[in-house]
């Protein structure tokens, strides 16, 4: 099945930096890929996805790159606010397949 | 948040008892997903409907079943609770389910199985 690695585990920027996490996956036939922001005690929330045949995508702060070839994605916040201290999840899919990756915990420091 | 909730938010029970843990949609979407999240899973998926009383098997399926009797209500069931099953559960939703299948989550069900 399906397996998909996040990088890293946790992450601590400062407030107005850039933060970067990255996933790979291992099945060719996913053609899907989300990702969640997960605050405390909260549900994931969609913050942003990217499809198959697309390479990137961007909405305001926050971009997602997908290389096929190489079977990895990213997801890149800019100018970092506090608010955006979270656990955020990336996820391959194929139809009624999404796997996901294990988190990172991001903190922003004011 | 998509109208999505769930029932009990929170629930203690014991090793070897029955548990049906229960997702509403007011959404009218096709396909429905349970997951469980544990630390350092991510979430897995246990089982997915992607029609009335048409079900299949996730990821992590082992202990538990399904039911779907109508479009807004997906059941998951543990038929003897073990310590095992003890973590967050979600539910979610998605208007699309075979392809790109966006999903929206429900608030989650906290489960200690003691």
């Known amino acids: 099945g399906e397996n998909v690695e996040q990088h890293p585990s946790t992450l601590s920027v400062q407030e107005g930096d850039s933060a970067v996490i990255k996933c790979t996956y291992s099945?060719?036939?996913?053609?899907?890929f989300p990702w969640y922001k997960q605050e405390l005690g909260k549900r994931p929330q969609l913050i942003i996805d990217i499809r198959s045949n697309v390479g990137e995508k961007k909405d305001q702060r926050i971009a997602v790159t997908l290389n096929k070839t190489a079977k990895h994605f990213s997801l890149h916040i800019t100018e970092t606010q506090p608010e955006d201290s979270a656990v955020y999840f990336c996820?391959?899919?194929?139809?009624?397949?999404?796997?996901f990756g294990a988190g990172t915990r991001l903190t922003v420091k004011p | 948040d998509a109208g999505i909730t769930q029932s009990p938010r929170h629930k203690v029970t014991e090793t070897g008892t029955p548990v049906t843990l229960r997702c509403h949609q007011t959404e009218n979407h096709r396909y429905m997903y349970w997951y469980r999240q544990d630390p350092g899973h991510g979430l897995r998926l246990i089982h997915y409907?992607?029609?009335?009383?048409?079900?299949d098997k996730g990821e992590v399926s082992d202990g538990y079943s399904v039911s779907r009797s109508k479009t807004e209500d997906f059941l998951l069931t543990l038929e003897s609770a073990t310590s095992s099953q003890t973590s967050v559960y979600f539910c979610a939703i998605s208007p699309s389910g075979g392809s790109y299948n966006e999903q929206f989550f429900g608030p989650g069900t906290r489960l200690t199985v003691l």
């Open positions: 409907s992607y029609g009335v009383k048409d079900t």
């Open positions: 996820a391959a899919s194929k139809p009624h397949d999404m796997r």
């Open positions: 099945d060719s036939a996913s053609n899907y």
